[in-house]
């Protein structure tokens, strides 16, 4: 098994985990604070942040094009559309050679 598949694999325990503790904690409280809520809230925006601004920085100029067109179609279709696109027209550079 490849390093990167070890590494798929690890990051999608960990999701897992993190997300079932999350759960676990959740239901143990009566009801969730304010700033906790807003906080959580705040998580989905901050991890796809994370994982793109660094992409965006380093990358080359198709990956940041795919980025800028996915911001603008995230206006219109929903996330998981998004992403779903904004991998494909990655995948498409790739194999076009332009990143």
Do not use: N, Q
């Not at 999701?15 to 989905?44: C, K, S």
């Not at 994982?51 to 795919?66: C, T």
């Amino acid at each position: 098994m490849s390093e990167t598949w070890v590494i798929i694999l690890a990051s999608a325990v960990l999701t897992y985990l993190t997300r079932v503790g999350g759960h676990l904690v959740l239901a143990r409280m009566e009801r969730v604070p304010p700033r906790l809520e807003a906080a959580l809230d705040a998580v989905p925006a901050a991890v796809l942040t994370s994982i793109v601004m660094p992409v965006f920085i380093d990358g080359d100029i198709a990956e940041k094009v795919v980025i800028l067109l996915c911001a603008v179609f995230a206006l219109r279709l929903s996330l998981l559309a998004t992403v779903v696109l904004g991998t494909v027209l990655v995948a498409l550079a790739r194999a076009a050679g332009l990143a």
